[in-house]
């Protein structure tokens, strides 16, 4: 299968200036660039010298498998409607594998796990197992941190013992060679919150060592989101402490969603000169989208006290009117109409429905609404809160080291859980913003959703239009997405979805 792309607007992903070249895919791969005005392709795709011919989106932190998309919407159509060939999972300390116990415990607060055929434990077994899947993206993953320690201690929260953390390092150890791309942290989960360095930095020099990526979600994000006058001191410290962490072990660090706040620009904005400070010594990048709203779980709605425990010492403290008058006390000040909820997989019904909704339906105030919000979901329920800043974007943008990615679901556009669809465009978006205001070229735009992902994942045959690479492109016209090829198959044509899948597992091959 030979496929001629024409007559197009080359940007690389190398952040060259922008050329004008015709590229030539055979099978899987990228043939040649060059000039073939005499080749009789299979396939020939003419951007009449318009269009621009990218290679296909990285994003570098999806939720396909968080939220077990991968597995009930196989083709991510959604994610190849908005130009992705390629999403990495694992993020937000939780991770599809290992398995010590073939549980996906954690994945319940956002899907199904029942639906689930659980055959492996290990990542190599994992990617055995779903081997034969027709995926419709690239797939690769981190190893989720949460999800070997709380198989670890279960939901008590204490460090670990010596011997449990070698354990941890030799599980970890193993899932890199096996072909995992890193780790990732949330130290903003309540599991995990309080973990001491003395547990990180060990397993930060594997991963050094296995030239893997450090993904990190920062402690005390939730509270910078719904207790801001509380963490902004925290906030800068965080971002500290991972650039220590960096500078210490030399691993290659991703601050994983690092979003602005609106009223926090200041603070955002002494981050990232702290983040360029040390560029020479820390090897620090992050990523965000480029939207307003941010997708929290509601127990980040609960005072920082409350949070402490495993999740089912929060139900049962939820369960005493002594301790949820207390937390009623605490809770911050909050618009009920302007939260909505987004995510309950055991209560789908509830999706699009705003908190006002909810308690205007119980003759509850806004308070007792939230509470009972938790009680009936269990916990198991995100809500869409519009509290980002959209001023930090420039900013960010324009840093070196940042990367744009989409934080999204990979719901079906009918599915009764998916209330927000904007995730699902975080690209397109992102080249509007680009190509509108013109905050950066074009061809340094593109390097953030394409090159600068793929080196820093390590993946060294994609992310690039070069000879003997994977043929993953994408093509657009303006901010709209025409074309998308995967692996040489056209998954996407004139911006429609073709129902062709050409996705493969991903690993990092040491």
Known sequence: MTILLKNFLLVDGTNRPITKVDVLVKNDRIAALGYFPAFKADEVIDGLGA????????????????????????????????GATTVIGGQGGISLAPLLYGSLDLNKFWADTDKINVNWHTMKEFFTSVSDKKFGINFGTLVGHSTIRRAITGDEIRDLTSKELDVFKY???????????????????????????????PLLEIVEKRKGLFSINLRGVSDLTVYPKEAKKKFIAAVE???????ETGVKTQINNFLCLKGFLKEYKTALETISENMATADVSFNFHPFELSIIPIFYF????????????????????????????????????????????AHAYLAGKSLKDFCNNRNLDAKDGLIELMKLTGLRLELTYNNLSTKFFSDAITHDRSIISSSFSGFPQNHPGNSVSEFSAAFPEFLKLIINKKVIPLETAINKITGLPARQLGITDRGVIREGYFADLTTFRDSKIETVIVNGKIVVRNGEFQNNSGGRILKYLQ
């Open 171 to 201: 599980i970890l150890d193993k899932a890199l060679k096996e072909g995992a791309f890193g780790i990732s942290f949330n130290l903003d989960f309540p599991l995990t919150n309080l973990v001491p360095q003395k547990e990180i930095k």
């Open 302 to 345: 609960l005072p920082i006290w409350a949070q402490r425990g495993g999740f089912s010492d929060i139900l049962k403290n939820l369960e005493s009117k002594e301790i949820v008058d207390k937390i009623k006390k605490d809770l911050p000040a909050f618009e009920a109409e302007k939260i909505k909820i987004f995510n309950a997989p």
């Open 51 to 82: 269009a621009y011919l990218s290679p296909g989106f990285i994003d570098i932190s999806g939720n396909a498998d968080l939220y077990l998309t991968l597995f009930s919407n196989p083709s991510q159509k959604e994610n190849l409607l908005q």
């Open 241 to 247: 402490e991972i650039i220590n962490f960096s500078k």
